[in-house]
Nanobody
C-alpha cells in the first residue's frame, strides 16, 4: 500500500490539528494502520494504532488528547490531535503493519511525513 500523510502545520499550544493518511494500492495482509512521530534528535515513536475492527491503542503521552479513526470508503486514516503541547512537535508518519504466517509482522515502507509544530 502507498501512503500519503498530510494535514500538518503550525499551531499554538492548546490548539488542534487533524492529520490524514490517504492509502492506495493493495491492502492485502494489513493488520493495522498506525501513526508514528519523530522529534528532532529523538527516535521515532508509535503514537496510535487502529485495526480493521476499529480497535485502537495510544501512547500514554497522547491518550485522551489524540484520536485515531478510519474511513474505509475514502481509504483514509485520520489522527485528530487536540490540546496540543510543544512536546508534540515532530514529523508525523503513517504506516501499515503487515502480518503473515505464524505471528510474523513487519511495517511497510516509510513515506514522507507531515510536520507538526506547536508553539508555546
Amino acid at each position: 500500500v502507498q501512503l500519503q500523510a498530510s494535514g500538518g502545520g503550525l499551531v499554538q499550544a492548546g490548539g488542534s490539528l487533524r492529520l490524514s493518511c490517504a492509502a492506495s494500492g493493495s491492502f492485502y495482509g494489513i493488520k493495522d494502520m498506525r501513526w508514528y512521530r519523530q522529534a528532532p534528535g529523538k527516535q521515532r515513536e508509535l503514537v496510535a494504532t487502529i485495526t480493521s475492527d476499529e480497535e485502537t491503542n495510544y501512547a500514554y503521552s497522547v491518550k485522551g488528547r489524540f484520536t485515531i479513526s478510519g474511513d474505509n470508503a475514502k481509504n483514509t486514516v485520520y489522527l485528530q490531535m487536540n490540546s496540543l503541547k510543544p512536546e508534540d512537535t515532530a514529523v508525523y508518519y503513517c504506516n501499515a503493519l503487515y502480518g503473515w504466517g505464524l505471528n510474523k509482522v513487519a511495517l511497510g515502507s516509510w513515506g514522507q511525513g507531515t510536520q507538526v509544530t506547536v508553539s508555546s
